[in-house]
């Protein structure tokens, strides 16, 4: 049985009304929770409308509900903290696979491997928090990993930088 998209937020295989009692979800229809779910799965306003039968304005006009609002607001950030602690287990396992590459007695993927980290290194280092003292807001928390996953994504995906000599001659090497 496949679970939606709000059922594996709230960890639970029933639907999410009336599930947790700290959200006011008793008010929301079923057609408003389906809304919930696509909207949680990436869908426009419009595609949400068009996937469920109503109008544009209807799925506009809930999202205006505070009750509507608000649960969608609470599920999305379950979502959000639950996709930083996957990432945040993917990176020891991440780690380790670049150390490999390091070693590697392909040079090629060793220097590929060496640049990924010092460049993530580096864009952690001047992204991060410069006074331990403080503790960032939530938000803040959220854009700096969104931030971060974007700089991760494009180093990677990145083209290797074409070393020069200091004539600025791109030299012939053997790999």
């Known amino acids: 049985m496949q679970q939606n998209a709000s059922q594996r937020v709230s960890g639970k295989n029933q639907p999410s009304a ?3 009692k700290s959200l006011p979800v008793e008010s929301l229809k079923q057609m408003q929770l389906q809304a919930i779910d696509l909207l949680l799965q990436g869908l426009s306003d ?14 506009f006009r809930w999202r205006k509900n505070q009750a509507f609002a608000l649960h969608l607001r609470k599920l999305r950030e379950r979502l ?14 991440s780690l380790e696979i670049l150390t490999r590459q390091l070693k590697s007695s392909d040079e090629k993927l060793a220097m590929r491997a060496a640049s990924t980290l010092l460049r993530l290194a580096t864009n952690a ?18 854009r700096h990993l969104s931030s971060f996953l ?16 200091a004539s600025g001659l791109t030299p012939k090497v053997k790999f």
């Open 46 to 59: 419009a595609e949400v409308a068009a996937q469920i039968n109503v109008a544009r304005t209807t799925v």
């Open 150 to 165: 974007k700089a991760a994504e494009d180093y990677i995906n990145s083209p290797m930088p074409v070393p020069t000599t």
């Open 80 to 93: 959000f903290e639950q996709s930083a602690a996957r990432i945040q287990n993917l990176i020891q396992p």
């Open 18 to 20: 009336g599930s947790d």
């Open 125 to 142: 280092h001047l992204c991060g928090n410069k006074s331990p003292a403080r503790t960032p807001s939530a938000s803040k928390k959220k």
